[in-house]
């Protein structure tokens, strides 16, 4: 047992940030064929990153970077718990804690446009973190254990008895993917009014860094979205593709929203969906 | 003689001895070697933790009628000032409470108590958590009196022998309060804090701090009220005046007088609709907001309710508790959102996790307490120091407000340093609050996960302020000056030991949990809770990742080449301000976001309060 969960945690590091990244790719592909272009090719998120990697160390703080370095860490630390089929509570608190290295390394950066955009992010965090906490419980209401493994091996999928729960993680995926309306904090487009927003002060390896720990966040975010129908194994990666491609859709068709927007918003559908989903469970079981 | 009545008596011999001393020097002394003395008796206190519940008799005669002398002094004396500064209310309070409890002690049914006193482990850890971070509080006073008292010259007049007298004698009804098993000695304890908090908090004697003074005194004397008739009602209908012969009564007969007595736990713990006292009590020095937020004054009114939470458990009146803790964490989790004011920050954070550990206590299950418990622990390490971190600062910078403390970790980087620990400390995995929540979080599933809710949003608005804070000391814009060589060493060593004990306590907990909780929760439910070792060593290895970050500092930023932040001009030289567009330098600014708008203190506090009142009301009808 401990072997297979070491091959798994070891397959989760090594090909977290291959599928990340081919993610990307194909993001980057189906959004420009949306908008009617040919699109760059598939590795291209691969090739920029490498490029990044020869780039000059640019910082405004002497220590900004270290806060990256970190994030990444735990953000690869918090897949390894949730693809070793461990605590749920805990891969949501973990998640918490790389996103928080990543908003105190645009404070560090001490630069007014990174400034606002770490701000943003915590509003994103603030937004985004009830609807992880519900899917945690929802599944514990069901297989009466918080541990990923309970969840995968349960026999029925998951999303027959969590339909809400479900929909406010696929409605926050936009927040954790970083995508349209709610890429508040760091906006795709450099011309925008907060520039780079947070990743504003942050050039070569710390950028790769960021990107990175980014196609690792789309892969944890993804094993969430699987949970739902982690019995039928084809079904649970089909249903995680499907997420991942209605949200490049959406991202395609809407501008960015406020903050207000996003945050309310997501609480707002996280508390309806959710909440409901879980009520009528608990008086279910009652 | 037995420690817990030498814990209560040497606190108060101190605070005898500081009355009288007027020099400073002797004073210094005195302090320091009473708190030598209650810090070694505080951790003789374990003595008594290979051992279940122990009473002690302590049949005094003498004892007894001091307290009663005390107490009409007491009323008197609070008449007598409430009727100077025209707080009619105040009086109607004294006398509502004063005068039945004189009456029946004299003509209604008489009960002798057994034992007056007992030490568990309930009582064991708050009287580690009142010798330990208060006695290093009383430490730290001594430099901040001094400074705060040069800094004041001509607004405050120098009253530090009553100042260090109230102190000590806090801590003495502290430990009165957790150690009494006759609830007649509780309640006297229990009076003698609030009167204390009022002193206190009055200290300044400018009209505000008098005015927020009488407040606290009117909202913890209403909760006192709720004691002294809970306390009348159980000796006059039950017969009955102890502690543990309470708790093993049966619910349904003394559901209504520990529904009374927990409203004086919600109000000395400022739980909705009672906190404005705590926001309040800010204009005190800081030693007394420390001490009333973090080790005493607050501590009191949890430790009462927890001490309910098997009665409470599975009842209507539990409930409603539990709901008041629910909604006291969310609104003023909100709240603190919009605070700027480190000091308000740190109030309504406290009001929060004291919701939190209010919500266990009403649901009463053994994983609730449990958490509860550990709770306690962890908020009183971890707020302690952060309260003396923001003293020092506010004296150096000379504001407490957030915005201001930028640049912090070049003016002051070792109290920055020590201020994002008790920050981590207080809501950052893997520290003891967050081991904490994700207790509550377990027991709330488990016993009803609609209260969950509460946590959930509250959370994410905790996160959401404290990161704001943290971030707001690491941001530098230009250079500044170290100013931390006048901070005195009589703030330094309880800083330094507090912030070791903030890693300390996360790093102990499952061996904290083992002698100190368990045993509690055992005893009182007979079984309890188990966590798991896999998730132990992974809480371990995240601490060593953490732990790992500090150390990255050193030889750090060597193969980087440093340049100007982008400020979408062209910057000025020294990179903090740049030529706009009529070629005017333009200083650049960073603002927080406190959305005023959304979760205004004005919009927000009123709500919490209507609710709270509604829910204690409804609380008390169902206990009828």
């Given at each position: 047992?401990?072997?297979?969960?070491?091959?798994?945690?070891?397959?989760?590091?090594?090909?977290?940030?291959?599928?990340?990244?081919?993610?990307?790719?194909?993001?980057?592909?189906?959004?420009?064929?949306?908008?009617?272009?040919?699109?760059?090719?598939?590795?291209?998120?691969?090739?920029?990153?490498?490029?990044?990697?020869?780039?000059?160390?640019?910082?405004?703080?002497?220590?900004?970077?270290?806060?990256?370095?970190?994030?990444?860490?735990?953000?690869?630390?918090?897949?390894?718990?949730?693809?070793?089929?461990?605590?749920?509570?805990?891969?949501?608190?973990?998640?918490?804690?790389?996103?928080?290295?990543?908003?105190?390394?645009?404070?560090?950066?001490?630069?007014?446009?990174?400034?606002?955009?770490?701000?943003?992010?915590?509003?994103?965090?603030?937004?985004?973190?009830?609807?992880?906490?519900?899917?945690?419980?929802?599944?514990?209401?069901?297989?009466?254990?918080?541990?990923?493994?309970?969840?995968?091996?349960?026999?029925?999928?998951?999303?027959?008895?969590?339909?809400?729960?479900?929909?406010?993680?696929?409605?926050?995926?936009?927040?954790?993917?970083?995508?349209?309306?709610?890429?508040?904090?760091?906006?795709?487009?450099?011309?925008?009014?907060?520039?780079?927003?947070?990743?504003?002060?942050?050039?070569?390896?710390?950028?790769?860094?960021?990107?990175?720990?980014?196609?690792?966040?789309?892969?944890?975010?993804?094993?969430?979205?699987?949970?739902?129908?982690?019995?039928?194994?084809?079904?649970?990666?089909?249903?995680?593709?499907?997420?991942?491609?209605?949200?490049?859709?959406?991202?395609?068709?809407?501008?960015?929203?406020?903050?207000?927007?996003?945050?309310?918003?997501?609480?707002?559908?996280?508390?309806?969906?959710?909440?409901?989903?879980?009520?009528?469970?608990?008086?279910?079981?009652? | 003689?037995?420690?817990?009545?030498?814990?209560?008596?040497?606190?108060?011999?101190?605070?005898?001895?500081?009355?009288?001393?007027?020099?400073?020097?002797?004073?210094?002394?005195?302090?320091?070697?009473?708190?030598?003395?209650?810090?070694?008796?505080?951790?003789?206190?374990?003595?008594?933790?290979?051992?279940?519940?122990?009473?002690?008799?302590?049949?005094?005669?003498?004892?007894?009628?001091?307290?009663?002398?005390?107490?009409?002094?007491?009323?008197?004396?609070l008449?007598?000032i409430?009727?100077?500064?025209?707080?009619?209310?105040i009086?109607?309070?004294?006398?509502?409470?004063?005068?039945?409890?004189?009456?029946?002690?004299?003509?209604?049914?008489?009960?002798?108590?057994?034992?007056?006193?007992?030490?568990?482990?309930?009582?064991?850890?708050?009287?580690?958590?009142?010798?330990?971070?208060?006695?290093?509080?009383?430490?730290?006073?001594?430099?901040?009196?001094?400074?705060?008292?040069?800094?004041?010259?001509?607004?405050?007049?120098?009253?530090?022998?009553?100042?260090?007298?109230l102190?000590?004698?806090?801590?003495?009804?502290?430990?009165?309060?957790?150690?009494?098993?006759?609830?007649?000695?509780?309640?006297?304890?229990?009076?003698?804090t609030t009167i204390c908090s009022f002193l206190l908090i009055g200290y300044?004697?400018?009209?505000?701090?008098t005015?927020n003074a009488f407040l606290a005194l009117k909202?913890n004397m209403?909760?006192?009220?709720?004691?002294?008739?809970?306390?009348?009602?159980?000796?006059?209908?039950?017969?009955?005046?102890?502690?543990?012969?309470?708790?093993?009564?049966?619910?349904?007969?003394?559901?209504?007088?520990?529904?009374?007595?927990?409203?004086?736990?919600?109000?000395?713990?400022?739980?909705?609709?009672?906190?404005?006292w705590?926001?309040?009590a800010?204009?005190?020095?800081?030693?007394?907001?420390?001490?009333?937020?973090?080790?005493?004054?607050?501590?009191?009114?949890?430790?009462?309710?927890?001490?309910?939470?098997?009665?409470?458990?599975?009842?209507?009146?539990?409930?409603?508790?539990?709901?008041?803790?629910?909604?006291?964490?969310?609104?003023?989790?909100?709240?603190?959102?919009?605070?700027?004011?480190?000091?308000?920050?740190?109030?309504?954070?406290?009001?929060?996790?004291?919701?939190?550990?209010?919500?266990?206590?009403?649901?009463?299950?053994?994983?609730?307490?449990?958490?509860?418990?550990?709770?306690?622990?962890?908020?009183?390490?971890?707020?302690?120091?952060?309260?003396?971190?923001?003293?020092?600062?506010?004296?150096?910078?000379?504001?407490?407000?957030?915005?201001?403390?930028?640049?912090?970790?070049?003016?002051?980087?070792?109290?920055?340093?020590?201020?994002?620990?008790?920050?981590?400390?207080?809501?950052?995995?893997?520290?003891?609050?967050?081991?904490?929540?994700?207790?509550?979080?377990?027991?709330?599933?488990?016993?009803?996960?609609?209260?969950?809710?509460?946590?959930?949003?509250?959370?994410?608005?905790?996160?959401?302020?404290?990161?704001?804070?943290?971030?707001?000391?690491?941001?530098?814009?230009?250079?500044?000056?170290?100013?931390?060589?006048?901070?005195?060493?009589?703030?330094?060593?309880?800083?330094?030991?507090?912030?070791?004990?903030?890693?300390?306590?996360?790093?102990?907990?499952?061996?904290?949990?083992?002698?100190?909780?368990?045993?509690?929760?055992?005893?009182?439910?007979?079984?309890?809770?188990?966590?798991?070792?896999?998730?132990?060593?992974?809480?371990?290895?995240?601490?060593?990742?953490?732990?790992?970050?500090?150390?990255?500092?050193?030889?750090?930023?060597?193969?980087?080449?440093?340049?100007?932040?982008?400020?979408?001009?062209?910057?000025?030289?020294?990179?903090?301000?740049?030529?706009?567009?009529?070629?005017?330098?333009?200083?650049?600014?960073?603002?927080?976001?406190?959305?005023?708008?959304?979760?205004?203190?004005?919009?927000?506090?009123?709500?919490?309060?209507?609710?709270?009142?509604?829910?204690?009301?409804?609380?008390?009808?169902?206990?009828?």
């Amino acid at each position: 047992m401990p072997m297979k969960i070491f091959f798994q945690v070891l397959l989760y590091i090594i090909f977290a940030p291959v599928v990340g990244g081919i993610l990307a790719g194909l993001d980057r592909k189906f959004s420009a064929r949306l908008q009617g272009r040919v699109g760059p090719p598939v590795l291209q998120p691969f090739y920029d990153v490498l490029k990044l990697l020869e780039k000059e160390n640019l910082v405004v703080r002497r220590s900004q970077n270290l806060y990256i370095w970190f994030f990444l860490v735990v953000i690869i630390f918090t897949g390894a718990l949730f693809f070793a089929g461990g605590n749920l509570l805990l891969v949501a608190f973990a998640f918490a804690l790389g996103s928080i290295f990543f908003v105190l390394a645009g404070f560090k950066a001490s630069s007014p446009y990174s400034f606002i955009g770490a701000q943003r992010e915590l509003i994103q965090i603030a937004a985004y973190e009830p609807a992880i906490f519900f899917t945690a419980i929802g599944i514990y209401m069901v297989t009466r254990s918080f541990e990923v493994h309970t969840a995968v091996a349960f026999p029925k999928p998951l999303i027959i008895f969590l339909p809400g729960v479900f929909f406010s993680l696929f409605y926050i995926m936009d927040i954790k993917l970083r995508k349209s309306p709610f890429d508040i904090s760091t906006s795709h487009h450099a011309h925008q009014e907060v520039v780079k927003g947070i990743t504003t002060e942050f050039s070569g390896k710390a950028l790769a860094a960021i990107e990175v720990a980014h196609w690792y966040e789309t892969v944890i975010i993804l094993g969430f979205v699987y949970l739902f129908c982690a019995s039928n194994i084809f079904l649970g990666i089909l249903l995680s593709l499907a997420a991942f491609f209605a949200v490049v859709f959406v991202d395609n068709s809407t501008a960015r929203a406020k903050w207000q927007a996003v945050l309310f918003s997501s609480w707002i559908v996280t508390f309806v969906t959710s909440v409901t989903n879980i009520t009528v469970l608990y008086y279910l079981h009652k | 003689m037995v420690l817990p009545i030498f814990l209560i008596l040497a606190s108060l011999a101190v605070a005898l001895c500081l009355l009288v001393i007027k020099g400073e020097k002797l004073r210094q002394f005195t302090v320091i070697a009473g708190f030598c003395v209650i810090f070694v008796a505080t951790l003789g206190l374990f003595r008594y933790s290979a051992h279940g519940v122990q009473f002690i008799e302590a049949h005094s005669l003498l004892a007894d009628r001091l307290m009663m002398a005390a107490e009409i002094f007491l009323s008197l004396w609070l008449i007598l000032i409430s009727i100077q500064n025209k707080k009619f209310s105040i009086v109607l309070l004294v006398l509502l409470q004063a005068l039945p409890l004189f009456w029946f002690e004299h003509f209604g049914r008489h009960v002798e108590a057994e034992y007056n006193i007992f030490v568990d482990h309930l009582s064991i850890v708050v009287a580690l958590i009142v010798g330990i971070v208060g006695g290093l509080i009383c430490l730290y006073a001594l430099g901040y009196m001094r400074d705060f008292h040069a800094h004041f010259r001509k607004e405050v007049k120098d009253r530090q022998p009553l100042f260090f007298f109230l102190l000590f004698i806090f801590l003495s009804a502290m430990f009165g309060v957790v150690f009494s098993n006759n609830l007649r000695w509780l309640y006297f304890f229990w009076e003698v804090t609030t009167i204390c908090s009022f002193l206190l908090i009055g200290y300044k004697q400018s009209e505000e701090s008098t005015k927020n003074a009488f407040l606290a005194l009117k909202l913890n004397m209403l909760g006192g009220l709720g004691f002294a008739w809970g306390l009348i009602y159980l000796q006059q209908n039950v017969g009955m005046i102890e502690l543990d012969k309470l708790m093993v009564a049966s619910k349904a007969v003394v559901i209504l007088p520990v529904m009374l007595l927990c409203i004086a736990g919600l109000a000395k713990s400022a739980q909705m609709p009672f906190s404005s006292w705590l926001l309040g009590a800010m204009v005190a020095p800081t030693p007394v907001s420390a001490l009333l937020h973090s080790s005493a004054m607050v501590k009191a009114g949890v430790y009462l309710v927890l001490r309910f939470a098997y009665i409470l458990n599975g009842t209507t009146a539990g409930f409603m508790i539990a709901l008041i803790g629910a909604v006291t964490f969310l609104f003023a989790s909100f709240i603190a959102i919009t605070q700027s004011d480190a000091k308000k920050v740190l109030a309504y954070s406290t009001i929060a996790n004291l919701g939190l550990i209010i919500l266990c206590a009403g649901i009463g299950t053994y994983q609730a307490v449990w958490a509860a418990m550990l709770l306690i622990i962890f908020h009183a390490v971890a707020k302690c120091l952060l309260f003396l971190c923001v003293g020092v600062v506010e004296h150096k910078i000379h504001s407490r407000n957030i915005e201001d403390m930028s640049g912090l970790i070049i003016s002051m980087p070792k109290l920055s340093i020590m201020l994002q620990l008790g920050m981590a400390g207080m809501f950052l995995a893997p520290f003891g609050m967050l081991i904490s929540k994700w207790a509550v979080l377990q027991a709330l599933v488990d016993y009803n996960p609609i209260l969950a809710i509460f946590l959930v949003y509250g959370s994410a608005a905790t996160l959401f302020y404290w990161v704001k804070w943290m971030g707001r000391l690491l941001v530098v814009t230009g250079e500044a000056e170290n100013v931390e060589d006048t901070v005195s060493d009589s703030e330094w060593f309880p800083l330094i030991t507090l912030s070791f004990l903030t890693v300390m306590v996360c790093l102990f907990f499952p061996v904290i949990a083992a002698i100190l909780v368990k045993p509690y929760v055992e005893e009182v439910f007979s079984r309890t809770v188990t966590m798991g070792a896999g998730d132990i060593t992974i809480m371990t290895i995240m601490m060593a990742m953490v732990a790992l970050f500090p150390l990255s500092f050193i030889r750090h930023g060597r193969k980087v080449k440093v340049v100007d932040a982008y400020l979408g001009g062209a910057n000025t030289p020294g990179g903090v301000s740049f030529c706009n567009s009529f070629t005017v330098p333009q200083k650049m600014e960073m603002k927080g976001y406190y959305l005023d708008k959304y979760f205004g203190e004005k919009r927000l506090l009123p709500m919490g309060v209507i609710s709270g009142a509604i829910l204690l009301l409804a609380g008390l009808v169902f206990c009828l």
